[in-house]
């Protein structure tokens, strides 16, 4: 499975962007997707995933109500919409995948398809 990221920037504070992911190959039934963050000197963060078949998302605390998840499935597709962003959300952000997960996790050690992330930066 090959995962593209795309959307990222450079934002101000309470501003928005969305992420996209991009998937070549697989259908999304099959597969939970989740979306991580890694600040510099931090460990890689889970922030939201959605899961396979209904559409089930769960987010972190840092990001509930701010983020949301969607998936497009026809065209292979899962998006972050972020919104009211602030500068601890700097980070570079990534999609990933798993095969026939129940549910989805914040786990990054479930998910074995990682994307190269693309940069997010909140600043004024």
């Known amino acids: 499975v090959q995962l593209v990221e795309s959307g990222g920037g450079l934002v101000q504070p309470g501003g928005s962007l969305r992420l996209s992911c991009a998937t070549s190959?697989?259908?999304?039934?099959?597969?939970?997707l989740g979306w991580f963050r890694q600040a510099p000197g931090k460990e890689r963060e889970g922030i939201g995933c959605?899961?396979?078949?209904?559409?089930?998302?769960r987010y972190a605390t840092s990001v509930k109500g701010r983020f949301t998840i969607a998936r497009d499935k026809a065209k292979n597709m899962v998006f972050l919409q972020m919104n009211s962003l602030k500068p601890e959300d700097t980070a570079l952000y990534y999609c990933a995948t798993v095969l026939g997960l129940d549910g989805c996790s914040l786990r990054p050690g479930t998910y074995d398809s990682w994307g190269q992330g693309t940069q997010v930066t909140v600043s004024s």
């Open positions: 959605i899961s396979r078949r209904d559409d089930f998302t």
């Open positions: 190959t697989f259908t999304a039934d099959y597969y939970a």
